[in-house]
């Protein structure tokens, strides 16, 4: 089945504790992205890769980072997460920059205390 | 500022056409119009884009004014499965591929 995966899907930590979500897609595409949503700001993109090794800031990178050093996975990184960073994050990936559909994940929720 | 402004929610009876408005003001020439929705906290789910044209596709139609300042998604017969929140979006292309600007949505509610 085609599809985005993201782990874990929920996932409590603790200011300042390093953690990694993963993303994978399964599609051969090249255009991945991380977005975050927030209660009455609609979803804000935070860092996308339009092929491995080649990544960009959204449009709130800042406590974020990312990594595309295969074409199926784009991990995201908090290296010191905070309390701010509480977010549903998603996940998604289109065939190219240029293919109108992105395809998303099904979400993490992120509690960081 | 926002790149898009939505109302923050609509009703429409079932069997109707439901009509989303949106304002992109800023918009640039090359930039697009993408629209998505949202059920619940479900990753969001592609309906439509367009630059200047109309468009219209096997889930709705957009119409996008002649100086592009603002758009409507069209559903042409709501149904109760069509309850969510849609998203308008402007697509910036970049060097290194595509940034996405998403409104804050309208909540759309189909009533019996």
């Known amino acids: 089945e085609a599809q985005v995966t993201q782990n874990p899907r929920y996932l409590i930590t603790v200011t300042g504790k390093k953690l990694t979500v993963t993303c994978s897609q399964n599609m051969n595409h090249e255009y991945m992205s991380w ?27 800042e406590g974020y980072k990312v990594s595309r050093k295969e074409k199926r996975n784009f991990p995201l990184i908090l290296e ?13 990936s289109s065939f190219s920059r240029h293919k109108e559909t992105q395809y998303f994940g099904p979400g993490t929720r992120l509690l960081v205390l | 500022d926002a790149k898009t402004t939505q109302p923050p929610s609509m009703d429409c009876a079932e069997g109707r056409a439901a009509n989303l408005p949106c304002n992109h003001s800023t918009i640039s020439g090359n930039e697009y119009v993408y629209w998505y929705r949202q059920i619940h906290s479900q990753g969001p789910q592609y309906i439509i884009h367009g630059l200047k044209n109309n468009e219209t596709n096997e889930m709705a139609s957009l119409i996008i004014t002649e100086d592009r300042k603002s758009s409507t998604l069209i559903l042409p017969h709501a149904t109760l499965r069509d309850t969510a929140v849609y998203y308008c979006i402007v697509r910036v292309a970049t060097n290194t591929g595509n940034q996405f600007y998403f409104g804050t949505g309208t909540s759309l509610t189909v009533i019996p």
Do not use: H, W
């Open chain 1, 80 to 92: 010191s997460p905070s309390p701010n960073q509480t977010s549903l994050y998603f996940c998604a």
């Open chain 1, 35 to 61: 977005y975050r949503q927030d209660p009455g700001l609609g979803l804000r993109q935070i860092y996308y890769s339009m092929n491995v090794e080649v990544t960009d800031k959204g449009d709130v990178p």
